[in-house]
C-alpha cells in the first residue's frame, strides 16, 4: 500500500507533500515519476503473494506458532502464552526457550506506527506508540 503512494523512490517513509509530477530521483540518479495507477504493481503484487504461499506450502513443516502483540522489552512470553494456551505454556515454562530470533527497528530512522497507520486504521489494532523502540520523531 506504503508503495502505491504518490511519492519519491527516497521517500517511502516520511512523506510530507504528494509528488504529482516527474522529479529528479536521488535513488537511481536519474529522471523517474511517481505512480499514477495502483493496478500494474497491485497485480504484481497480488501474483508474487500466491507463487510466495504456494512455494511456502512445499515446505511448511508440522510446527506450531502463536503470535503475541506486546512490548520486547517488557513482556513475560511464558505469563502470556499460558493465558492464552495453558499447556503450551506450562512445556515452555518446563523446557524453557532455546534462542529468539529478532528483527529489531531502525533505530532512529523510522516512526513504525505513522507508515503502517493504515493498517492500525483497516485492522482496528490498537496503536501503542509510546512503547515503540527508537521512533525518528525522538
Ligand atoms: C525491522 S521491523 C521488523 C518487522 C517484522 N519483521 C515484520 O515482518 O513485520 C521492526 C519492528 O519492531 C517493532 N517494534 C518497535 N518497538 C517495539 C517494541 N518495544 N516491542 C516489540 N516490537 C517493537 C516495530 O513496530 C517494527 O514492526
Excluded at 504484481?44 to 506450531?64: C, G, H, L, P
Excluded at 513475560?76 to 529468539?100: H, M, P, Q, S, V
Excluded at 523510522?110 to 497507520?117: K, L
Aim: charged share 30%; with cysteine.
Amino acid at each position: 500500500m506504503r508503495s502505491y503512494r504518490a511519492t519519491t523512490h527516497a521517500d517511502l517513509g516520511t512523506l510530507k507533500e504528494p509528488t504529482n509530477r516527474t522529479y529528479y530521483c536521488k535513488k537511481h540518479g536519474k529522471i523517474c515519476k511517481p505512480l499514477f495507477s495502483i493496478a500494474g504493481w497491485w497485480k504484481r503484487y497480488v501474483k508474487d503473494t500466491v507463487k510466495r504461499i504456494s512455494e511456502f506450502n512445499k515446505i511448511r513443516t508440522d510446527t506450531f506458532q502463536k503470535c503475541l502483540a506486546g512490548d520486547s522489552r517488557t513482556i513475560n512470553i511464558e505469563r502470556e502464552i499460558k493465558k492464552k494456551l495453558f499447556a503450551f505454556g506450562t512445556l515452555i515454562e518446563k523446557n524453557k526457550i532455546d534462542g529468539i530470533f529478532s528483527s529489531p527497528p531502525y533505530v532512529g530512522l523510522i516512526n513504525y506506527h505513522e507508515q503502517h497507520a493504515y493498517a492500525y486504521e483497516l485492522f482496528g489494532v490498537e496503536r501503542k506508540d509510546f512503547t515503540e523502540i527508537g521512533p525518528l520523531y525522538k
